[in-house]
C-alpha cells in the first residue's frame, strides 16, 4: 500500500511539473487569437488580428528573413564541415585525434553566455565590426557538435564491410563514399541539418552578442520587445516560433526513420 501510494505521489508531481511547464505555452497561444488588446480570460471572441498586423510588420519580416537564411546557410556549412570530420573521426587514426574531436564537441559542454562573450571579445580583439559572416560563424560553432555526434552515432552502426567490398570491385574512395557511404548517411545528414537549423533559428542567448542591429533574428527582436513593451504581436509571434521549433525536429525524426527504412541499415 505504501509503494502504491509512494507512486501515486510521484505520477501526481510529474503531471503538476508538466502543467506548470507547458501552462504558460497554452496561454501563450490561446492569447495570439484575442481580438483584444489586452489579454484576459475568458476571450471575448476569437480573431486573427495580431497575425495580420504581425505580417504587415516589415522589422518583424526582416528579422524572420535573417532567421531563414542564417539558419539555412548554417545548416549547410556545418553539415559539409561535419560529414568530413566525422568520417576522420571514425573511420581513420591520427595523432590528436581524440583531442581535436573533444575540441569540436567543446562548445555544448560550454555555457552559452561563456561562448557568446568570448567569441564577442575574440572579435574586438581582431577590430572587426559586427557583421552577418561573423554571426554565421558563430552559430557554425554553436551547432557544429550537434551534427558531429548524430552523424558519428550514425556512421558507427554503418559496417565497414560495405565500403571494403566496393573498393575490393574496384571503387575509389569518391566513388565509395557517393555510392555507399553517404547514401546510408542520409537519415543523420538530414537530422543534422534540420536540428542545426532549429537550434540556429532559435538561438538568443549567444545570438545577442553577436548580432548587430541590421542582423537581427527573430529570438532577438522578441527579447527587444518585451523589454519595450508588452504587445498582443509577441504573443502571435510567439506562437508561430514554437509551431517551428516543434514541427521541425519532428519532420527531422520522421525523415530520419523514413531513410533508415530505405536504406535498409
Known amino acids: 500500500m505504501k509503494f502504491f501510494s509512494g507512486w501515486s505521489l510521484i505520477k501526481a508531481f510529474t503531471v503538476l511539473v508538466y502543467v506548470w511547464m507547458f501552462t504558460p505555452i497554452v496561454a501563450v497561444v490561446l492569447l495570439s487569437f484575442n481580438p483584444q488588446q489586452f489579454g484576459s480570460f475568458p476571450m471575448e471572441g476569437f480573431s486573427f488580428r495580431w497575425y495580420v498586423k504581425l505580417a504587415q510588420n516589415a522589422t518583424i519580416l526582416g528579422a524572420f528573413k535573417n532567421s531563414i537564411v542564417l539558419g539555412s546557410l548554417t545548416a549547410v556549412l556545418t553539415t559539409a564541415i561535419g560529414i568530413p570530420a566525422a568520417m576522420a573521426f571514425v573511420r581513420h587514426r591520427f595523432p590528436g585525434k581524440e583531442a581535436l574531436n573533444t575540441l569540436l564537441l567543446a562548445p555544448i559542454m560550454i555555457p552559452e553566455v561563456v561562448l557568446g562573450v568570448a567569441l564577442l571579445i ?18 557554425v560553432v554553436l551547432t557544429l557538435p550537434y551534427v558531429l555526434l548524430v552523424v558519428q552515432a550514425r556512421l558507427v552502426g554503418i559496417k565497414k564491410e560495405y565500403e571494403e567490398a566496393a573498393q ?5 574512395p569518391f566513388q565509395t563514399f557517393r555510392a555507399i557511404t553517404l547514401p546510408l548517411l542520409m537519415p543523420a545528414i538530414f537530422a543534422g541539418m534540420l536540428f542545426s537549423f532549429t537550434i540556429s533559428f532559435d538561438d538568443v542567448t549567444a545570438t545577442l552578442f553577436w548580432a548587430s542591429a541590421h542582423n537581427q533574428t527573430v529570438p532577438v527582436k522578441i527579447f527587444g520587445m518585451l523589454r519595450n513593451s508588452i504587445s498582443p504581436e509577441i504573443n502571435a509571434l510567439g506562437t508561430v516560433m514554437i509551431f517551428l521549433t516543434v514541427s521541425i525536429p519532428l519532420l527531422a525524426g520522421y525523415l530520419s526513420r523514413r531513410f533508415a527504412r530505405g536504406s535498409g541499415v
Open 122 to 139: 575574440f572579435i574586438r580583439w581582431l577590430q572587426q565590426p559586427k557583421s552577418f559572416a561573423l554571426l554565421l560563424i558563430g552559430h
Open 168 to 172: 575490393t570491385l574496384g571503387a575509389g
